[in-house]
T-cell receptor, first 109, second 117 residues
Framework: GQNIDQPTEMTATEGAIVQINCTYQ??????LFWYQQHAGEAPTFLSY????GLEEKGRFSSFLSRSKGYSYLLLKELQMKDSASYLC??????????FGQGTTLQVKP | GAGVSQTPSNKVTEKGKYVELRCDPI?????LYWYRQSLGQGPEFLIY????????DSGLPNDRFFAVRPEGSVSTLKIQRTERGDSAVYLC???????????????FGEGSRLTVL
């Protein structure tokens, strides 16, 4: 089976940096994904890691350690519009994509 | 439009009734996923199609739930004898290749909000 853990809520200040952690256990692994979901909207893709290391895309970076079953999403230069839920998701060998419960990030001025 | 389309956007029904939710994926996308999401939770996997066949239906909660994709494009999620606990937002997503490869991007529709009274 698969199990994904991430914090339920986080708060950070505008302009700061925040790191959202995700740990996972899976019987097969074909990549880890981060999605952003604003309240009342559909999730949108942020990043994909299949190999160990850091993937950087603008203000957002994502890190993966397959041996530790660990990933994090790093958000730099936080803006108010970054207030959203951040979903960690793991893909199995069959293509099934399982999501964690999501981390609600609140950015304060 | 070019995105994933889901209908209806809102559905209110009574306990025990039958419901159909439709998903029209992005043209050419071979993979199609159904999820349901309750308030404050992440999307819960229901079923995944690769073409016309269900590649993985292990997330369907019980035999009241069934989904089809007869021509490899539009999919319908069918719920029989609805219960109050079925109330949720049902999300559909499509991907150009199976297994969310190579970029892993799933394109989500806006969802169908189901309320069972």
């Amino acid at each position: 089976g698969q199990n994904i853990d991430q914090p339920t809520e986080m708060t950070a200040t505008e302009g700061a940096i925040v790191q959202i952690n995700c740990t996972y256990q899976t019987s097969g692994f074909n990549g880890l994904f981060w999605y952003q979901q604003h309240a009342g909207e559909a999730p949108t893709f942020l990043s994909y890691n299949v190999l160990d290391g850091l993937e950087e895309k603008g203000r957002f970076s994502s890190f993966l350690s397959r041996s530790k079953g660990y990933s994090y999403l790093l958000l730099k230069e936080l803006q108010m519009k970054d207030s959203a839920s951040y979903l960690c998701a793991v893909s199995s060998n069959t293509g099934k994509l399982i999501f964690g419960q999501g981390t609600t990030l609140q950015v304060k001025p | 439009g070019a995105g994933v389309s889901q209908t209806p956007s809102n559905k209110v029904t009574e306990k025990g009734k039958y419901v159909e939710l439709r998903c029209d994926p992005i043209s050419g996308h071979t993979a199609l996923y159904w999820y349901r999401q309750s308030l404050g939770q992440g999307p819960e996997f229901l079923i995944y199609f690769q073409g016309t066949g269900a590649a993985d239906d292990s997330g369907l909660p019980n035999d009241r739930f069934f989904a089809v994709r007869p021509e490899g494009s539009v999919s319908t999620l069918k719920i029989q004898r609805t219960e109050r606990g079925d109330s949720a937002v049902y999300l559909c997503a499509s991907s150009p290749l199976g297994g969310a490869y190579p970029t892993g991007e799933l394109f989500f529709g806006e969802g169908s909000r189901l309320t069972v009274l």
